[in-house]
């Protein structure tokens, strides 16, 4: 069949219509992509954050034991001891059983 210029003309710019969606549709999926790979970027810090702060934490906390329980050996005032570390008497006795 016979396609007249006018017609030619309409196909082209359907193709170029077509093939602007396409780069515009793959740019915005790129860009998707990389929002989704910064992100979890961040969440894998926010975790690796977390990590090192709990085991500062615990770090933390054994210290304080390990200084409680040699201020007890020593005989110190519990009151003391307690006033010192921000223990209860409750947790300052619990660490003197062990």
């Known amino acids: 069949p016979i396609i007249s210029a ?6 082209d710019r359907f193709e170029e219509r077509a093939k602007a969606a396409y780069r515009e549709k793959m740019a915005q999926e790129k860009a998707e992509k990389a929002v989704q790979k910064k992100e ?27 200084i409680v329980q040699n201020m007890l050996k020593k005989k110190m005032d519990k009151k003391l001891i307690q006033e010192i570390t921000g223990l209860t008497m409750k947790e300052i006795d619990v660490l003197g059983q062990n």
């Open 6 to 11: 006018y017609e030619y003309e309409l196909l």
């Open 40 to 66: 979890q970027a961040i969440q894998e810090k926010e975790r690796a954050v977390e990590q090192r702060e709990k085991a500062m934490k615990e770090k933390m906390e054994k210290a304080t034991k390990d």
